[in-house]
């Protein structure tokens, strides 16, 4: 395949994903191994993007993955169109807690935040939101990418919890 021809591949995948993809997915997808030959198609895109001054724009969403995004001036227009995703806010609560608090145990988190959790935590791993792996009796919770993807956040624990205390303030 040709550099314009990979180059048409990385766009459409990008924009047909329902989640940013990793440079290793994106060289797998055009079948090559040079991760600078792939940088540069996404520095070129990126650049193709930003002189358009267009809807969307390519962002790199964390280490090493990219997405392509809506850019914020159309999302009011766009609201009537644009798929929400409805959480109440207990369980929207209940995700911050898990955010700021990964790896947290499902019991600890029922202390903190009461019975209700438990249909909160149900909701959020059926939306892909939080991870809960089995841990003894309990069950331990994080984020995963996804959320990370969606909330505009690294997906590193620590970053998460930097980035949650800088919007509180």
Do not use: C, W
Not at 23 to 33: D, F, H, N, R
Not at 77 to 100: F, M
């Amino acid at each position: 395949m040709g550099i314009k021809q990979d180059r048409s591949i990385i766009e459409a995948a990008l924009y047909v994903a329902d989640r940013p993809l990793t440079l290793a997915e994106i060289k797998k997808l055009i079948g090559t191994s040079s991760e600078t030959y792939v940088r540069k198609i996404i520095e070129d895109l990126k650049n193709d993007y930003g002189k358009r001054s267009g809807p969307l724009s390519m962002v790199e969403t964390g280490k090493d993955t990219f997405t392509l995004r809506l850019n914020d001036e159309y999302i009011p227009k766009l609201e009537g169109v644009i798929p929400k995703i409805r959480l109440t806010r207990g369980a929207i609560k209940t995700l911050a807690v898990v955010a700021y608090n990964q790896n947290l145990s499902q019991a600890k988190l029922a202390e903190i935040r009461g019975n209700r959790v438990y249909e909160h935590i149900r909701q959020l791993v059926s939306l892909g939101f939080v991870e809960s792996k089995p841990y003894g009796r309990t069950r331990m919770l994080r984020t995963t990418k996804k959320f990370a993807s969606y909330f505009g956040f690294e997906d590193d624990m620590d970053k998460i919890r930097e980035e949650i205390q800088n919007r509180l303030r």
